[in-house]
T-cell receptor, first 118, second 116 residues
Framework: AQKITQTQPGMFVQEKEAVTLDCTYDTSDPSYGLFWYKQPSSGEMIFLIYQGSYDQQNATEGRYSLNFQKARKSANLVISASQLGDSAMYFCAMREAISSGSARQLTFGSGTQLTVLP | DGGITQSPKYLFRKEGQNVTLSCEQNLNHDAMYWYRQDPGQGLRLIYYSQIVNDFQKGDIAEGYSVSREKKESFPLTVTSAQKNPTAFYLC???????????????FGDGTRLSIL
């Protein structure tokens, strides 16, 4: 079974509007962390935002916020006031306390390609 | 500026040839990782290292080898045993080798490997 599911291969949004990128996850670990990364066409992975499983409040970082619904196992990324430079691939990833072992590796979803239209 | 440097940016491999991808970091991070990315897909872990002179296999280690002789360096060798090596390879590092924490992995700019 997929541990991280991103159901939207591609999304379009008008400049200055908000957009939500979906991410659902599957884990039996009580302790885990969720990350969102942005990958522009140049290839580098840019860390955007983090949400811990025990965090009481949804994470926010500037124009990025995370809509964390623990019972539904979803961690959707919300980008407000979209800019042309937001066009990129976006990946949701999870780090599990137990299942990832000593590596503390990240498990990635397949990504969502966001295109911001002028 | 601190960061992760991967070289070369583009690499071509001939049949039966081993090639080595370089990854150097000056962030003083303990843990380092190698990921493979295929078109339209997420990242898959090849190898990781928590400390110098120690490394562990990830999910898709077959056909690859690594070394960690220095804290700053974690080169990846794609051997001739890797029959489908064409992919984008990303190196990452993280400050703390253990602990769940919120420390993200920091990534290099990647190396694109193609078969001639």
């Amino acid at each position: 079974a997929q541990k991280i599911t991103q159901t939207q291969p591609g999304m379009f949004v008008q400049e200055k509007e908000a957009v939500t990128l979906d991410c659902t996850y599957d884990t039996s670990d009580p302790s885990y962390g969720l990350f969102w990364y942005k990958q522009p066409s140049s290839g580098e992975m840019i860390f955007l935002i983090y949400q811990g499983s025990y965090d009481q409040q949804n994470a926010t970082e500037g124009r990025y916020s995370l809509n964390f619904q623990k019972a539904r196992k979803s961690a959707n990324l919300v980008i407000s006031a979209s800019q042309l430079g937001d066009s990129a691939m976006y990946f949701c990833a999870m780090r599990e306390a137990i299942s990832s072992g000593s590596a503390r590796q990240l498990t990635f979803g397949s990504g969502t390609q966001l295109t911001v239209l002028p | 500026d601190g960061g992760i440097t991967q070289s070369p940016k583009y690499l071509f491999r001939k049949e039966g040839q081993n090639v080595t991808l370089s990854c150097e970091q000056n962030l003083n991070h303990d843990a380092m990782y190698w990921y493979r990315q295929d078109p339209g897909q997420g990242l898959r872990l090849i190898y990781y290292s928590q400390i110098v002179n120690d490394f562990q296999k990830g999910d898709i280690a077959e056909g690859y080898s690594v070394s960690r002789e220095k804290k700053e360096s974690f080169p990846l060798t794609v051997t001739s045993a890797q029959k489908n090596p064409t992919a984008f390879y990303l190196c990452a590092s993280r400050r703390a080798p253990t602990g769940l924490g919120n420390q993200p992995q920091h990534f290099g700019d990647g190396t694109r490997l193609s078969i001639l």
